[in-house]
């Protein structure tokens, strides 16, 4: 398997990801609820552009640390996944199935 072949693997199931984080029901509260807070945030703190500045840049780096953290453990389990896939424990050699 190229890492081309696991890279797409990888972006089908993030895209899916996302659509599927759009559709749920949870996902969609917690959104609306993320943007309720930084809509009070940002308009209690309207007159300090630092401060705002600072918060959203921390939030991007957060974001951004949690998608590469999620990316890496999700390719690592579908390596796996396909490695264990393609050592066939479970192949009926002998005829002996039901």
Do not use: C
Request: aromatic share 8%; proline share 2%; glycine share 8%.
């Amino acid at each position: 398997m190229t890492n081309t072949t696991l890279q797409i693997l990888t972006d089908l199931a993030w895209e899916r990801r996302r659509a599927w984080a759009k559709e749920d029901p949870e996902q969609r509260m917690l959104w609306e609820e993320y943007q309720t807070l930084l809509k009070g945030f940002m308009e209690e703190h309207r007159g300090n552009r630092r401060l705002r500045g600072e918060v959203l840049r921390l939030l991007d780096l957060h974001d951004a640390m949690e998608d590469s953290a999620q990316e890496r453990f999700f390719q690592m389990g579908l390596q796996m996944g396909l490695e264990l896939g393609a050592v066939e424990v479970l192949r009926d050699t002998a005829g002996d199935s039901p």
